[in-house]
Structure formats: C-alpha cells, structure tokens
C-alpha cells in the first residue's frame, strides 16, 4: 500500500477557507513549526475569536485529539460547535468568564489570542491566560500589524500600556537572562570536565534544562553521566524529565523505565528491598503523562 502523506496545516487551512492560510495571512506555515509536536497529543487549542469557525476547523482537522476551544462575544458563533470543537460565549476583558473557561479546559497546550487587537485587552489576557498554560505550551497573539497601522489608535483604545512594548520588554528581559545563564553555562561545563564526581553532570543537566533551556546540550551532559555511573537512578530520571520537556515520551517513558531498572540494580547492591508496587506506579505516571 503506497505511503499517503499527511497534509500540511497550510493545505488543511486552505480546505478549511481560514484567513490564516498561505492564500492571505500565511501565519499557518509558522504555525506548524510551533505545533508539530503537539500533532498527536491529547490537548487543549484555546482560540480567541470565532468569526466564521474556518480556524475551529482547521484545528480540528490538523490535530488528532485535541479539544478545541472558541471564545467570542457573538452568540451566533455557538453554531460553530460540534465533533471536537466547543465555543463559549463571553469577552475576554471578562476575567471571571476567561477563568470559568479554564476551570472547564484546564491547562491549555495553545492560546491564540485573535480578539478585539486592542492593547489592554491583549496584555489583560495574557496576564490571565499566560500562567495556567502548560508546560511546554504556546502563547500566540495574532495581528500586531493592526497595532502599527493606521488603524493603531482604533486598536490602541485607551490602554495606558502598549502591547508591542510590553511584549518587547518582556523579549529583552528574558534575552538578557539567557545570555547571562548562556555564558554561565559554558564555565560551568569547563568545571564539570575537572570534576571526579559524576553527579555533577546530573546536576549540569538540571541547570541547563532549567536556567538555560538548551534541552539538547542537558541531554549531552546526562549522557556523560551516566556513562560514568550506568546505574545511578537519578541520571535516567533526569533524561526522563529532559526528554518530556522535547515533547519526547517515547524516549522519557523509555528513560524512567531505566531509571526503574537502576533502582533494582541499587537496591541489590545496598542490600536493601524495593518497593515494586511503587515502582511500577511511578512507571505508570510516566506513561499516562
């Protein structure tokens, strides 16, 4: 049977008539570098914004399980609703409604903020919005242009902050803390190469993993550590968290599997008992993630 190759978000938008696409937009091609990984996963799309329920659909199509989710003011936009795709009706200047809507969708992977495009909105939103995504999770705000055009003072409203410049505060803030961690980061991997002790690369791993978010150079150092001490527990659990934070499970799943293993292997080696009932829970936590 010949390999039939999936869609692309952009032709699925096409389909679908959304504004997003290739044809107007072109948002759907970057998008689908964001996504991608989330293709499959059981998760939350919050988009604000309806209008014509072409992107409800979109998402519906592109991603295999995911609950979609619409917010606007327009009642009419209810009829929107079916398969996988729910909407509310409620503004998102409405901070009990936006957090009625997260008690009902908890933890959303994506926000899409494609509302009123007026600053305070924006930033009031995100500030709502932001902390309850999950881990891993993508926040877009669509349409800037429309806060730089001339339409920016009909968008800008009466907001006291600009949403272009608290955006651009918050890019800079967290670039500076980046470069700092960065450079940090390459004198302190020169430190663990002199070190006898192979803990320190787990705890390498975690810096980079946590401090710098290079997912990639952690996994590096986690290696190397647990080839010098193959049945250290803790090394693999690291890997594990590691790889869930690539959007890996396959390979985290497989990671806390080692990490049980080493646990066994420890456990003999101390003289000591295991808790395999435990274990195996831990085990199943893993995979249910």
Wanted: hydrophobic residues 40%; neutral net charge; aromatic residues 8%.
């Amino acid at each position: 049977m010949d390999n039939v190759t999936a869609p692309s978000l952009d032709e699925i938008g096409i389909l679908h008539g959304t504004d997003k696409s290739s044809l107007r937009q072109n948002y759907l091609v970057h998008y689908e570098r964001l996504f991608a990984n989330m293709r499959s996963r059981d998760i939350t799309l919050i988009e604000i914004g309806v209008y014509n329920g072409a992107s409800l659909e979109t998402w519906e199509s592109y991603f295999e399980r995911e609950t979609v989710v619409g917010i606007d003011i327009d009642p009419s936009c209810k009829k929107y609703e079916g398969g996988r795709r729910v909407v509310h009706v409620g503004s998102q200047t409405d901070a009990a409604f936006l957090d009625r809507v997260l008690d009902l969708h908890p933890k959303p992977g994506i926000v899409i903020d494609d509302g009123s495009h007026r600053h305070a909105d924006i930033v009031s939103t995100f500030e709502r919005l932001f902390p309850r995504l999950s881990r891993g999770g993508c926040y877009v705000v669509e349409d800037f242009d429309a806060a730089l055009s001339s339409l920016a003072q009909q968008f800008g409203g009466t907001a006291t902050c600009n949403a272009v410049e608290y955006f651009g505060a918050m890019h800079m803030t967290l670039m500076s803390r980046y470069e700092v961690a960065t450079r940090d980061a390459a004198r302190l991997w020169s430190l663990v190469l002199r070190s006898a002790r192979p803990e320190s690369w787990m705890y390498l791993a975690e810096y980079l993993m946590n401090a710098v978010g290079d997912y990639d150079a952690a996994l590096k150092a986690v290696a190397i550590g647990i080839e010098r001490m193959p049945s250290e527990p803790w090394l693999h659990v690291r890997a594990g968290q590691i790889f869930e934070r690539k959007g890996d499970y396959a390979s985290a799943v497989a990671a806390a599997r080692r990490a049980g293993v080493s646990v066994c292997r420890h456990r003999m080696r101390v003289g000591g008992t295991l808790d395999r009932g435990r274990a195996a829970r831990v085990l199943e936590r893993w995979q249910s993630g």
